[in-house]
């Protein structure tokens, strides 16, 4: 289970990692974004899959 | 002349039958541009002087007696994310304003002017395509030709509404999530999502290159198919483009759909699909003459990861931009490609890997149809400025959200058309016809069937010159 509380700490710390360096002003809209991102990604995270499901190939001849 | 034809296969018959010049339609055509652009804010870049040095050059060749190209003397404009020599390729991004010019033209302009087609300008887009509604900070929002306090739809909106003011008859734009297929649906014109890896991206400026297609509009699909045909062929230049022959398209339009097997898709697409939406997919149905009903798992899942790639990818394309210019980015998506470029590799890979799933349980349907009908869009073309759409009782984020019946499409690379329908009142939806892998000539003929039955209509709002 995701915990929610998480985000804020985790979005300042890898934006730290990153090298992005923001007013503490403008992380805020960033972890509303990074959220929905998380709320978008809980939706196919919990999807099975099978181990021979690799990442999709481009229609490639 | 004195009104000049509104569509690329009748300015080609009116100049190869020497009605017409090719300098007196661009010269007609840059007097609609300049009359119009102001209010319409499709163009962001007009290039006047190529357009004119090209019809001049088609002229001399007619003159001289030389085999008439496809597009000969026919205008056309680019989505300003295609290099055009001598301009700098904004792709809609101020970040972007201080590069150097282009040195080439993309291969998709050369292979249009190589036709014959005289390039007017370049269009305005939401900013990196990273929108449906070409709402943008820097260069304005481009208007919808049907009512102008409307958005145009995006990313690709100056070409839609270009091609919808009948400025131009043919413009390209690019398709990442549906950026060709909403602004065709808003603008009601037809549009064109080829398969993925169909044509080469080769001097575009990308936004997620795993989703990244390019594609033609027009205001009719025998101009839709000529523009297509024109665009096809391998280009090793671009790592994802296939190297297919061309397939011919246009001589494919007249056979109609009678043999082919076609399902309305339910489900997903009308959970997501307002009344007059939901309206637009059964009369393109009941016009093909569909009976069958079909539901595709997992798509709430496979738009999902198609936002969560889109993110992570495009976030990633800016990293180094973002580090030390963020503050010139677009105020309306800088923050998600920031929250894109932190999210981790493990959920990346399951979004990707579940792509591989849905596209085989996509592609499992084409066993049992041809070709799968849905709407292009949740609504009609909001209001600029409007921040929520309604679907029934459901309260949605506009410039989000007027993707959400396309991403989940380009997410598995499928070609789609997008066939403008009137189901109610003075504003166009579109609808898309869906084909499996490398058959756009099965959309392309679904969207012509419905044009020659009055059903799909481009209705140009022109001022003719």
Known sequence: MLDEKAIPNYVITALALQDLHLDPSRQEAVIEQFRLLVQMSQRFMSQPLDADEEPAPVFRL | ?465
């Open chain 2, 1 to 465: 002349m004195s009104i000049l034809p509104s569509t690329a296969t009748e300015l080609t018959k009116a100049f190869s039958t020497g009605q017409i010049s090719a300098l007196e339609i661009a010269t007609a055509t840059l007097k609609r541009i300049g009359n119009s652009n102001p209010t319409l804010n499709a163009f962001i870049s007009i290039t006047q002087e190529r357009m004119l040095a090209e019809a001049k050059r088609v002229d001399q060749a007619r003159a001289r007696g030389a085999a008439l190209s496809p597009l000969a003397a026919v205008p056309y404009a680019v989505k300003n994310l295609f290099d055009v020599e001598g301009l700098t390729t904004i792709a809609g991004a101020k970040v972007l304003a201080t590069q150097a010019a282009a040195r080439h033209d993309a291969t998709l302009v050369q292979r249009m002017q190589h036709a014959g087609g005289l390039l007017a300008g370049t269009l305005n887009m939401d900013a990196l395509a990273y929108g449906f509604t070409t709402e943008n900070t820097y260069y304005g929002a481009t208007h919808n030709p049907h009512d102008m306090r409307r958005s145009a739809g995006g990313s690709s909106g100056g070409s839609a509404a270009a091609v919808a003011a009948g400025l131009v008859p043919i413009a390209l734009g690019s398709d990442t999530n549906g950026s060709i297929r909403v602004p065709a649906s808003l603008c009601g014109i037809f549009g064109l999502k080829p398969t993925y890896g169909r044509l080469p991206r080769t001097g575009t400026f990308p936004f997620v290159n795993s989703f990244d297609h390019l594609g033609p509009f027009a205001a009719t699909t025998q101009d839709l198919a000529l523009a297509y045909d024109t665009l096809q062929g391998p280009d090793k230049r671009d790592a994802a483009c296939a190297q297919k022959p061309v397939a011919p398209t246009l001589v494919q339009l007249n056979l109609g759909v009678k043999k082919l097997r076609i399902a309305r898709l339910t489900g997903y697409f009308d959970q997501y699909a307002d009344a007059t939406a939901q309206s637009a997919a059964h009369i393109a149905a009941r016009a093909l003459g569909v009976n069958d009903e079909v539901d595709l798992v997992g798509v709430a899942e496979a738009r999902a990861a198609a936002f969560v790639i889109t993110a992570a990818e495009g976030g990633s394309l800016h990293l180094d931009a973002l580090r030390e210019r963020a503050e010139e980015f677009e105020p309306l998506s800088r923050d998600r490609l920031l929250a894109g470029t932190l999210l981790p590799a493990a959920w990346i890979q399951r979004a990707q890997r579940y792509r591989r799933q849905f596209l085989q349980r996509a592609l499992a349907l084409f066993d049992r149809y041809d070709l799968l009908i849905a709407p292009a869009t949740p609504v009609t073309a909001p209001l600029l400025g409007q921040a929520e759409i309604q679907i029934g009782k459901l309260t949605l984020p506009t410039r989000p959200n007027m993707g959400l019946l396309t991403q989940p499409l380009s997410f598995i690379g499928l070609p789609i058309a997008v066939a403008p329908i009137w189901p109610d009142g003075p504003l166009p939806i579109g609808v898309q016809l869906i084909a499996a892998p490398w058959r756009e000539d099965l959309c392309l003929r679904a969207a012509h069937a419905l044009e020659e039955q009055g059903i799909a209509i481009c209705q140009i709002i022109a001022s003719q010159s």
